[in-house]
């Protein structure tokens, strides 16, 4: 077993001759909580559609688990223990919440039994979804239907959903956009008791706070460039990290970034 799940070697990628990820290389320790931040537009999705295979990219290798993957789509991701969950909620709002985490499951299918034995395959997967629940002491909303449910929670079953594969990495893209301090810090909570299973975490995230008490490193991009790869302690201070975010505020206010 390797000490780092997942190694980008000088990732590149560009759209329409814009170039919006520049030779970035970075390691994921195994086990890690690690943090992927930067101003706006620096690139930090365009990395996790390149590491979940939603992009190819124009130049450099994924490697996770010890195994290049950088030419196998984005299913086959998932089997090999990768997980992501979205900077917007895709839940499917009138389905229940157990029934959405099996939408989760489904990502697993692979034998071609799998075909021939639905209800079978259905029952255990509900079985294994209201296990899953429990596990994350969410064992009372499994019937609920999500559309009725706050928006933290519906927030913490996206993260079960994404767990429903059994990844080995967790890639979480904004997990507390439009939360208040009470729900951001329950989220907190629950994605430490997620990492203490043994599953390596890397988050999106704009709330320094978030990502200062939830996470021991973080690497900074800006333009698609790598400019900081370290504690989470000293990034505020360092001074290109500082370059970056102030000069992104000072264009802002000048109407030259949008958000
Ligand atoms: N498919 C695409 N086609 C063209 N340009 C793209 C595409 N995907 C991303 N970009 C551009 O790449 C840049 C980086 O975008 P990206 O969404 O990765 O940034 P980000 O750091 O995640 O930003 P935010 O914090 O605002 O979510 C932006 O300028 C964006 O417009």
């Not at 698609?224 to 370059?243: A, C, F, M, N, W």
Request: hydrophobic share 40%; with cysteine.
């Amino acid at each position: 077993m390797t000490e780092t799940i997942l190694k980008l070697t000088n990732l590149s990628k560009g759209f329409g001759g814009v170039q919006v990820i520049d030779d970035c290389s970075f390691d994921v320790p195994r086990g890690a909580r690690m943090a992927l931040i930067g101003p706006n537009g620096a690139g930090k999705t365009t990395i996790f559609n390149l590491m979940s295979g939603v992009y190819t990219p124009d130049t450099g290798r994924v490697i996770f688990d010890g195994e290049d993957i950088t030419d196998i789509p984005s299913r086959m991701r998932v089997r090999r223990g990768m997980a992501r969950s979205f900077q917007n909620i895709r839940l499917m709002p009138h389905l229940s919440v157990v029934e959405n985490i099996m939408l989760g499951q489904h990502a697993q299918v692979g034998s071609p039994l799998d075909m021939v034995t639905p209800l079978l395959k259905r029952s255990r997967w509900r079985r294994e979804a209201e296990a899953l629940l429990a596990d994350m002491d969410m064992e009372s909303y499994p019937g609920e239907v999500v559309a009725t449910l706050p928006y933290g929670v519906r927030k913490k079953i996206e993260v079960v959903r994404a767990l429903a594969s059994r990844p080995k990495m967790l890639m979480l893209d904004e997990p507390a956009a439009g939360l208040n301090p009470s729900e951001t810090a329950a989220l907190r909570d629950f994605l430490v008791q997620i990492s203490e299973t043994g599953v390596t975490i890397l988050i999106v995230e704009h709330d320094m706070s978030l990502v200062r008490s939830l996470c021991d490193r973080a690497v900074v991009l800006n333009f698609g460039r790598l400019i900081y790869d370290g504690s989470t302690k000293e990034v505020q201070h360092d001074p290109q990290v500082l370059e970056a975010y102030l000069g992104s505020r000072h264009a802002e206010a000048k109407g030259e970034v949008h958000a």
